[in-house]
């Protein structure tokens, strides 16, 4: 059973099957179609289609439904048949893009970036979905999955938007090492599978470890990096060395110059910064997570011109925090999560006047927003680069560069 529908108004009409013609594609991934003048958002579609669509979520009042495509009328040139045989409606809710071509999916994605940009950036921007160097068919990449474990003890996960768990043993997007068997798990648990890129694997159940080490190592930027069981560290193995060329490419930090490294995680912004800086520069990383500062320290030990705080953002900015963050910068990284950094954070990185910010984001609609919040302070994006960092899914991240308004020429 669902655990996540919203109230729907008016008698529910799920079930209801319908044919519809398939408008664009959607932050979320869905693509809009209309019905009898209202807005229904469909998954397992893409632009230009003709399906027959089952509601997922809605009422006769609501102004928008949920719905599944559960058949094809006249497909896309872009749809191929999902290399994983749980993809699709009602199946494994991990994947939602499998029935895209790859490269159609970041065109797709590029398109979603675009829209959000504009709508709630007020910025017309061509946007290129770069895929990972290396990475050509999408499949194989997740380092990090986490499964659920159903009450007969097989690990799989979960529908979409659902409680249900779909036993997979063989997950096509997780890499290698990171799928599990067709062993038997404690039934409810939670089973999280890490495979470093140095060969290391880590299993955690409910977050103990049940196999490897407490921490795993991986490498990036030319270091090594210890990351705890469960903390946070890019899922595709291109990841971290494609966001730290693309984020020191933007910031061209000089010698002597003073960085931060904003929700730094493990380090790994910082430390690809320290070595530009130099020791007479100096590099701050802030992060929330008590076990991930604890790694970054360790990380970085080497670099006494690293300093890292443990707090939240908003309150090491604020002043509230640890005492100890620049009130002038010239470099301000930036990768927060989901939610991105939000008004009152944006107005203190922009109050310490940097020459040149760069935004790591995972949320097109959160980067938006904040540029939105950066722009009425005098921040102009000057550029943009957008990478297929979760292919299969609709995901997609992003490093905007920033720099003061009439410093810089723009595009
Ligand atoms: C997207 S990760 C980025 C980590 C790091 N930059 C990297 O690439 O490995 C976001 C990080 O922000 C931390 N975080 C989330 N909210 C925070 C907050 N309000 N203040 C500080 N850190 C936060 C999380 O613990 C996580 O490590």
């Given at each position: ?28 991934g ?50 191929v048949?999902?290399p994983c ?9 991990g994947c939602d893009w499998q029935?895209v071509a790859v490269p159609a999916q970041r065109s797709l994605k590029a398109a979603v970036v ?13 946007v290129d979905v770069e895929p990972v160097p290396g990475d050509a068919d999408g499949l194989d990449w997740r380092t990090r999955v ?25 997950c096509r997007i997780a890499h290698a090492d990171a799928r ?14 890490v495979a470093a890129n140095t060969g ?16 795993v190592?991986e490498e990036a930027a030319g270091r090594?990096w210890?990351v705890?069981?469960?903390?946070f560290w890019q899922v595709h193995p291109g990841a971290a060395n494609t966001l730290v060329d693309a984020v020191l490419d933007g ?14 995680g493990v380090?790994l912004f910082?430390?690809a ?60 990284v930036?990768d927060?999560?989901r ?19 760069a935004y790591v984001a995972c949320d097109p609609?959160?980067l ?15 550029g943009l680069r957008a990478f297929d960092l979760f292919p299969m899914t609709h995901h997609v991240e992003c490093v905007a560069i ?10």
């Open positions: 059973m669902s655990g996540r529908e919203r109230t729907v108004r008016g008698e529910s009409v799920a079930g209801t099957q319908v044919e519809v013609d398939v408008g664009p594609v959607a932050h979320g869905v693509c809009v179609a209309r019905h009898e003048g209202r807005a229904v958002f469909v998954r397992h579609a893409l632009p230009g289609e003709r399906v027959r669509i089952q509601v997922t979520e809605g009422g006769t009042e609501d102004r928008f439904w949920r719905a599944d495509a559960v058949e094809v009328l006249t497909p896309s040139p872009d749809r048949d999902p045989p749980w993809a699709g409606p009602g199946k494994c809710g029935h675009a829209e959000q940009l504009e709508r709630l950036a007020g910025l017309s921007w061509p986490t499964y659920a474990v159903d009450d007969a003890g097989r690990a799989g996960l979960r529908a979409h938007r659902s409680h249900t768990v779909v036993p997979i043993d063989f599990l068997g067709d062993e038997r798990w404690p039934a409810g648990s939670s089973v999280e599978v290391e694997r880590q299993v955690l159940v409910d977050g103990d470890v049940v196999e490897g080490r407490r921490h190592v090594r210890r705890s069981g469960g903390g910031v061209q930090a000089r010698p002597g110059e003073t960085a931060l490294d904003l929700y730094c380090g910082a430390g910064l320290a070595p530009l800086v130099g020791s007479a520069g100096t590099v701050v990383g802030v992060e929330g997570s008590r076990q991930a500062i604890a790694d970054a320290r360790r990380n970085l030990h080497d670099v006494p011109w690293v300093r890292l705080l443990a707090g939240r953002v908003d309150r090491v900015l604020a002043g509230t925090g640890p005492a100890g963050v620049p009130v002038a910068a010239d470099v301000v930036l927060p999560p939610e991105g950094a939000k008004a009152a954070v944006v107005r203190r990185i922009a109050e310490r006047r940097p020459r040149v910010v609609a959160a938006a927003r904040d540029l939105a919040t950066f722009a009425g302070l005098g921040y102009r994006l000057t920033l720099h003061p308004a009439g410093e810089v020429d723009y595009p």
